[in-house]
C-alpha cells in the first residue's frame, strides 16, 4: 500500500504541475480539451485529457485511460491501485470522481480499434469547445473519445485552407477535420467511413455547429469502404483529400487487410489521380516510425508532379511537447507547365 501512496502522491503533483502552465495556455489560445499527462511517470502509465466546463454542463472531466501496467511482486490490487489514482487526481484538480473517466489501452488491431467499452451516459457526453468550433465528445462508451486531441493544429490548418475548395475526407471517423473545413466555408465536404455509428457521430458534430439545419448538401455522409470509395470515383476530382487511416485493419466488410506503412504508397497514388491540378493531399499517420515512401508514389498518367512536405512538427502544439504525434505530410499536385 506504501508504494501505491507514494505513486498517488508523484501522480497528484505531476498533474498540479502541468495544468497550472496548460490552463493558461488553453485559456489563452482558444484550445478547449487538452492532453494533461501521458506516462510522465513510468510507474503510473495513465493516460489523462482535460475537457474544461463548458455552459450549459457538468463541471470540468478527465479522461484517463491506463495502458498496461507492469507488476511486481507485492503489487497491490489493480482496482485499488486505480481507484487511488483517481482519487488522487480528483483531490488535485478539485473534480468531482464522478467526473473521471477510466479506460483500458491496448493495442487493437480492425473493428477493435472503436469498439464500445462500456454504456454511455449523459454524463459521460461532453462538448468541446475548440478556436469557435464545438465537438461532441463521449468520455466512456469508447476507448477513443471522437477529438484526437494530437490533431487540434491540423484542424485549425484544413479551417484557414478550406475557403471555396471541394474536400474528400477518407476515413473520417466522427468527422471532426470535416467540421473544421464546413466551418472554414469549404464550397463542399465528402465524408466518408465505413461505420453508421460513426458516421452518426459526425452528422451530430456538424449539426451542433449549425452547418446543415435543413439538408445536408454541400456536406455528405458516405458509408462506404474507402478502398472501394477510392476505386469508384473516377472521373471525380477534389481540391483537397484528407487521408487519415487506420494504422491496420482486418475488418471483414473492407476490401482486404490493410497495413499503413506496407500499403500507404498504392492507397495514396488512388487518392491522387482524384486530385485537382494545383490540389493538395493531406496524409496523416498515426504509427510508430513511420515515413513516407515518395519515391513509390505513382499519381497516374500526369506524371509525378507532386511536391511533398512533412509538416509535422508544425502542427505540435504545447501539450504535446516532447510526446510523439502522428506524422502528417502535405502532398500538392503542381499545375502542368503550359507552353
Given amino acids: 500500500m506504501a508504494r501505491t501512496e507514494t505513486q498517488a502522491d508523484m501522480f497528484a503533483n505531476r498533474l498540479l504541475k502541468r495544468q497550472k502552465h496548460l490552463k493558461k495556455w488553453a485559456r489563452r489560445t ?7 499527462y501521458d506516462r510522465d511517470i513510468p510507474e503510473v502509465p495513465l493516460k489523462v485529457e482535460y475537457y474544461p466546463s463548458s455552459d450549459p454542463g457538468p463541471g470540468g472531466a478527465l479522461g484517463m485511460s491506463l495502458y498496461r501496467r507492469p507488476y511486481e511482486k507485492g503489487e497491490d490490487d489493480e482496482n485499488a491501485w486505480l481507484e487511488a489514482m483517481k482519487a488522487a487526481a480528483a483531490s488535485a484538480l478539485c473534480l468531482d470522481p464522478a467526473d473521471i473517466f477510466l479506460r483500458m489501452r491496448e493495442r487493437q488491431r480492425g473493428p477493435a480499434q472503436y469498439g ?3 454504456d454511455t451516459g449523459a454524463r459521460a457526453t461532453r462538448e468541446v469547445r475548440e478556436y469557435g468550433i464545438r465537438y461532441r465528445v463521449n468520455l466512456s462508451a469508447y476507448l477513443d473519445t471522437g477529438l484526437f486531441l494530437d ?3 491540423f484542424r485549425a490548418r484544413i479551417r484557414s485552407e478550406a475557403a471555396g475548395l471541394r474536400i474528400l475526407n477518407l476515413f473520417c471517423y466522427t468527422a471532426s477535420l470535416s467540421v473544421a473545413a464546413a466551418a472554414g466555408g469549404a464550397a463542399r465536404v465528402d465524408s466518408v467511413d465505413l461505420s453508421n455509428t460513426y458516421l452518426d457521430r459526425a452528422r451530430e458534430n456538424f449539426a451542433v455547429n449549425g452547418l446543415y439545419p435543413q439538408k445536408e448538401e454541400p456536406f455528405r455522409f458516405i458509408r462506404a469502404d474507402a ?3 477510392i476505386d469508384g470515383a473516377k472521373g471525380r476530382a477534389w481540391d483537397m483529400i484528407i487521408l487519415d487511416p487506420p494504422a491496420f485493419s482486418n475488418s471483414k466488410s473492407m476490401m ?6 506496407r500499403d500507404h504508397p498504392v492507397l495514396v497514388s488512388r487518392c491522387l489521380r482524384l486530385l485537382e491540378d494545383g490540389g493538395t493531399l493531406y496524409l496523416s499517420a498515426a504509427v510508430n516510425g513511420f515515413k513516407l515512401n515518395g519515391e513509390k508514389l505513382s499519381p497516374g498518367p500526369r506524371g509525378r508532379n507532386v511536391d511533398i512536405e512533412d509538416i509535422t512538427e508544425k502542427l505540435r502544439d504545447e501539450d504535446f511537447t516532447g510526446r510523439r504525434i502522428p506524422a502528417t505530410y502535405r502532398i500538392t499536385r503542381r499545375p502542368p507547365v503550359r507552353g
Fill in 227 to 229: 478502398l472501394k470509395f
Fill in 151 to 153: 490533431r487540434r493544429l
Fill in 30 to 36: 482558444g484550445a478547449g480539451a487538452y492532453l494533461l
Fill in 256 to 261: 482486404s487487410d490493410f497495413d499503413l506503412k
Fill in 116 to 118: 464500445r467499452l462500456s
